[in-house]
């Protein structure tokens, strides 16, 4: 966990909650009175963010006492009680919503990938993450994939070069964007990895008689493509299918043999998974 991430997340969301003041709480409850709560599972699924709650708890108020019962990563069935928090009433009201939001959103993302990821057990294939995420979320969205089981693609578009096909496009051909993404590698002093996007077998051929990366995306290959793609390559690049894949059909690309499979439903489309904080 970034805690300088985490820490600017939790201060912009609780401002943009607050405003000038809980004037519900301010105006019901007494501003010393003391309670407990409890985090109640409602769907079974993979249980994610509690680490982010307890993060939340604390920075709303230092003396709220939580106590962990599940931790991140575990199935969880309805009825559980991940956690509990004790302390300022005012306090545990002012960080139910935010810590509710995210762990179902984060238990949401983890069950899905943990479900997908189950179905390439029997194959070497991992399942990415891509930069389809929610503006503000993508750190806690990420994070959530790996609780799940997945592996984080690139963080953002800075920590890796990825030539898609409108780069390749403007840049006048593959072998141009290539030779240009390395030349600039060189320029800046930088060493990142290079992923190029390829929408047919024609331009694979063409990215295959450059060089010049690291991986390499197929995207929208039908199976038979991608299996004669995946044989074309033969072990020299890291291997990447993208495109179309969903859960029903995501054991028959990784059965095709590529290393990675990227999935942007993974966070664009997610269930959030059921859960509520309840006075006990």
């Given amino acids: 966990m970034d805690k300088q991430i985490i820490d600017q997340f939790i201060k912009n969301a609780v401002a943009e909650d607050l405003g000038d003041g809980d004037h519900t709480s301010l105006s019901t409850i007494p501003a010393n009175a003391q309670g407990k709560a409890k985090l109640l599972i409602k769907e079974d699924g993979i249980l994610a963010g509690v680490e982010l709650a307890v993060e939340i708890f604390n920075y709303i108020d230092a003396k709220l006492v939580t106590e962990v019962m599940i931790a991140d990563g575990a199935e969880v069935k309805y009825g559980d009680i991940a956690l509990t928090v004790s302390g300022s009433t005012h306090s545990i009201l002012l960080a139910e919503r935010l810590v509710l939001n995210c762990m179902q959103r984060m238990s949401g993302i983890a069950t899905k990938t943990n479900r997908i990821v189950s179905q390439l057990a029997a194959y070497p294939t991992q399942l990415l993450d891509t930069r389809k995420t929610t503006p503000g979320l993508r750190y806690l969205e990420k994070w959530a994939v790996r609780i799940g089981g997945g592996v984080n693609h690139r963080i953002g578009l800075y920590d890796m070069i990825l030539i898609k096909d409108n780069h390749v496009d403007y840049a006048g051909g593959i072998a141009n964007a290539i030779k240009a993404a390395n ?14 996007e390829v929408r047919n077998l ?5 990215v295959l008689a450059t060089g010049g990366v690291d991986r390499i995306m197929l995207d929208n290959f039908s199976f038979a493509d991608l299996k004669a793609a995946v044989a074309l390559i033969d072990g020299r690049f890291v291997t990447e299918a993208s495109g179309g894949i969903t859960e029903e059909n995501v054991a028959g690309y990784a059965a ?3 290393d990675f499979i990227s999935m942007g439903a993974l966070t664009h489309s997610v269930k959030s998974l059921d859960m509520s904080l309840k006075a006990c």
Wanted: proline share 0%; with cysteine.
């Fill in 256 to 258: 095709c043999g590529v």
């Fill in 183 to 196: 030349q600039y590698l060189e320029d800046k002093g930088k060493e990142l990895q290079i992923e190029i």
């Fill in 202 to 206: 024609s331009e694979l051929n063409d």
